[in-house]
């Protein structure tokens, strides 16, 4: 068995940047956090909606608010994450690497 070894030596750019699935769920959870605080804390009279005519539970009312409050907590959860993209992309280093690539043959 006979082994070739190649070298090559190339310059790079490495650079950070956010995991915006992390960045995306963070937004949601505290959407989900948000709406059930204000359901909690804010309890209506149980009396008719003027608007429908109908009288929401408690559960309904929840569901309602993490509908709008998740929405909202993903959009500024992935503003974050662009944000940050942008700053960290500043900071762009270039290295000099060395590639090796090994062939065995037979």
Request: aromatic share 6%.
């Amino acid at each position: 068995m006979a082994e070739q070894v190649e070298d090559h030596i190339e310059t790079v750019r490495v650079r950070r940047s956010p995991k915006y699935s992390v960045f995306l769920a963070a937004g949601a959870a505290l959407g989900l956090l948000v709406a059930m605080i204000l359901t909690f804390t804010y309890d209506g009279s149980g009396g008719i909606s003027p608007n429908t005519g109908l009288v929401y539970t408690q559960g309904q009312v929840f569901g309602f608010l993490s509908l709008i409050c998740v929405s909202i907590g993903v959009v500024i959860g992935g503003l974050i994450a662009l944000v940050l993209d942008r700053v960290l992309s500043r900071r762009t280093r270039e290295v000099v690497v060395d590639r090796e690539s090994v062939r065995v043959e037979d």
